[in-house]
């Protein structure tokens, strides 16, 4: 499979999945207490939900400019920004519907064949810290685009079930439900 119809449509419902778990979030914990959800880690040397929120909005928008080898544009910088500092300013909860918002706009832009020229093409990763890899677009996708994405993305699910939000496998895939066998829902 090529990266686009790989990569924008899993991020796309990945994305509509997170945004459903904030709102049960919020249905769920009344006002302030639905707000402090951001700042909510799992581990103390884990970033919070906030963070994780803005990384997995980042990261379904940096593949596309790395696969067209294109440099990351000064939007994607600052929302890289903001996520490191979601520990300070966590942001509201309408800011993280607002940023997913913004990635599902911009993926909706993404052309059908838009990526998928990267993906035989040699692609460098350099990290901070001075961690360098150099794979192909189609390793890239495979081996760090999609793994980081997830990451984030069950991070932010598991610090919300740790903190009670009642949420479960179908709210994790709710996109499978378009799949589902006529007379198979199991009843009661």
Same mark, same amino acid.
Do not use: C
């Given at each position: 499979?090529?990266?686009?119809?790989?990569?924008?449509?899993?991020?796309?419902?990945?994305?509509?999945?997170?945004?459903?778990?904030?709102?049960?979030? #919020?249905?769920?914990?009344?006002? !302030? #207490?639905?707000? !402090?959800?951001?700042?909510? +880690?799992? !581990?103390?040397?884990?970033?919070?939900?906030?963070? #994780?929120? +803005?990384?997995?909005c980042?990261?379904?928008?940096?593949?596309?400019?790395?696969?067209?080898?294109?440099?990351? =544009?000064?939007?994607?910088?600052r929302?890289?920004?903001e996520? +490191?500092?979601?520990?300070?300013?966590?942001?509201?909860?309408?800011?993280? #519907?607002?940023?997913?918002?913004?990635?599902? !706009?911009?993926?909706?832009?993404?052309?059908?064949?838009?990526?998928?020229?990267?993906?035989?093409?040699?692609?460098?990763l350099?990290? =901070?810290?001075?961690?360098?890899?150099?794979?192909t677009?189609?390793?890239?996708?495979?081996?760090?685009?999609? =793994?980081?994405?997830?990451?984030?993305?069950?991070?932010a699910?598991?610090?919300?079930r740790?903190?009670?939000?009642?949420?479960?496998k179908?709210d994790?895939?709710?996109?499978?439900?378009?799949?589902? +066998?006529?007379?198979?829902m199991?009843?009661?």
């Open positions: 499979m090529t990266p686009t119809p790989l990569l924008v449509p899993t991020y796309a419902q990945m994305l509509r999945a997170l945004s459903g778990w904030l709102e049960k979030a #919020q249905a769920q914990v009344s006002g !302030a #207490q639905a707000e !402090a959800l951001l700042s909510e +880690r799992l !581990a103390p040397d884990m970033y919070p939900l906030a963070t #994780q929120i +803005r990384f997995v980042l990261q379904a928008q940096e593949a596309a400019f790395r696969l067209r080898g294109e440099a990351l =544009p000064e939007t994607l910088g929302l890289a920004e996520g +490191r500092n979601a520990g300070e300013q966590p942001g509201t909860l309408a800011d993280a #519907q607002a940023r997913i918002a913004e990635a599902l !706009a911009w993926l909706e832009g993404v052309e059908p064949d838009g990526l998928d020229a990267g993906a035989s093409a040699p692609l460098a350099e990290l =901070p810290g001075g961690l360098a890899f150099d794979m677009g189609k390793e890239y996708v495979r081996d760090w685009a999609l =793994p980081q994405f997830y990451f984030h993305l069950i991070t699910y598991a610090i919300l740790s903190r009670n939000i009642e949420l479960g179908a994790y895939v709710p996109h499978m439900f378009a799949y589902l +066998r006529p007379g198979s199991p009843q009661g």
